[in-house]
């Protein structure tokens, strides 16, 4: 009697190769969470793993330390791009190269604008940790095109040590772009566009567009953040949607102009007279502060010596939705007079934070400055916040004038710096 010999195709848990049983899905889940050259090397682990990494939702080119050169980085991130279908949704893409100090060679536009055709929904783009300290502006960040970008996904956009310039900073071709974070870099643009822009970030940057400011127009704005950055303050369009807003003057970010601020008379030359009509310095809003006029939570930094907001404060307009106030030095100016007209136009104030690094000096003055404390009126006033370096009689003359001008004040902290 003949015996047939019983075969048994063999399982993952007889091979001890689980990985490989996994759906595609999975395991390219998992690559994502790898460096893209160690999700690359898998494909030599079995030919099951051969083209898995192909198609992986994330991409994290991060191991700068891994490439000799940039010619090097080149020949990786075209390898690794230029196969992709491009009809596979690419989630995430980062590009943190901080590691090299030359990346003018870099094709950055290139690698952009091919994730873009992925469907990738979340690009951050990060060059340079420090520039030599002898590095010119626009010949040491890497310029992207001078062109707009195109996406129907992208939501989330960080880019940081970049030369944006011109058309690249008009995004109505990305419908769905809610996020925009753009930091240590230079913005040289006379407009930055966005219909669908939830959230803008500019930290650190050089605006600069021909000595005159750069325009935001972002109508469905609801946080807005531009914090230390050298250049002429951006002039900001109605923003109805607005909830936060800080805007933190950087150092040599404006010029005082005698003409503008002090009425001298003659011919004015500022780079300021660009946003005003016929060359004429007295506008008929302003120019600043009406777009942040919608926001529940504001925060308005500056040394005294500048004058971008007091300048404003001429056509101040009502900040009616305001709840929670942070003024520094600019404000406490002419006996801190500024201080007070600007809050007699926030009805809503809850909290006001005062922050004084410097006892202020200032030339410039305001009509009918003489009946402000009397007519100050907070109704609404609970909370005061006052962080100063000493505590002198201007101080004092202060948290007087808000306590006989608000009924409702319940709490005043006094903190030294």
């Avoid at 974070?181 to 930055?192: A, E, H, P, Y």
């Avoid at 000595?211 to 531009?226: D, E, N, R, V």
Wanted: charged letters at 25%.
């Amino acid at each position: 009697m003949s015996h047939r010999r019983k075969t048994t195709k063999a399982s993952p848990s007889s091979t001890g190769d689980h990985l490989s049983a996994l759906p595609d899905s999975v395991l390219q889940h998992a690559l994502g969470l790898l460096e893209a050259r160690e999700a690359v090397r898998t494909c030599v682990l079995a030919r099951r793993w051969r083209h898995v990494w192909r198609l992986i939702p994330r991409l994290r080119i991060t191991d700068v330390d891994a490439f000799w050169s940039v010619e090097k980085l080149n020949e990786f991130v075209d390898q690794l791009l230029l196969p992709r279908d491009r009809g596979s949704a690419l989630d995430e893409c980062e590009f943190d190269l901080r590691g090299f100090l030359r990346l003018e060679d870099a094709r950055i536009d290139r690698w952009i604008r091919r994730v873009l055709k992925c469907h990738t929904r979340l690009l951050q783009v990060q060059l340079y940790t420090n520039l030599p300290a002898t590095a010119e502006p626009f010949q040491s960040f890497v310029k992207l095109a001078n062109r707009p970008l195109f996406s129907r996904h992208l939501w989330r956009l960080e880019l940081n040590g970049l030369c944006l310039e011109g058309g690249l900073l008009d995004f109505s071709s990305c419908s769905v772009l809610k996020d925009l974070k753009i930091t240590n870099g230079v913005v040289s643009t006379d407009q930055i566009l966005s219909q669908s822009l939830k959230q803008l970030t500019i930290i650190g940057c050089e605006l600069c567009w021909q000595f005159h400011p750069t325009l935001i127009s972002a109508p469905s704005l609801i946080s807005l953040q531009l914090d230390d950055y050298v250049g002429v303050t951006p002039v900001l369009e109605s923003m109805p949607l607005l909830e936060t807003a800080t805007v933190n003057l950087g150092h040599q970010n404006e010029q005082y102009c005698d003409f503008c601020d002090k009425g001298g008379f003659g011919d004015c030359e500022c780079g300021m007279c660009y946003m005003y009509p016929d060359n004429d310095c007295t506008p008929d809003v302003s120019v600043h502060l009406m777009g942040l006029s919608s926001a529940t939570c504001l925060e308005l930094i500056a040394s005294s010596q500048m004058v971008t907001f007091r300048r404003d404060l001429r056509y101040c307009p009502a900040f009616s939705k305001l709840k929670s106030l942070l003024l520094s030095d600019w404000c406490l100016v002419a006996d801190f007079q500024t201080l007070l007209y600007f809050l007699h136009y926030t009805p809503l104030l809850e909290k006001l934070t005062l922050q004084v690094c410097q006892k202020p000096k200032s030339n410039m003055e305001l009509e009918g400055s003489d009946f402000l404390e009397q007519s100050l009126a907070l109704k609404y006033l609970k909370t005061v916040e006052v962080k100063c370096q000493m505590i002198d009689e201007q101080i004092h003359n202060i948290l007087k004038i808000l306590s006989f001008s608000s009924k409702s004040l319940e709490k005043i902290n006094v903190q030294k710096l």
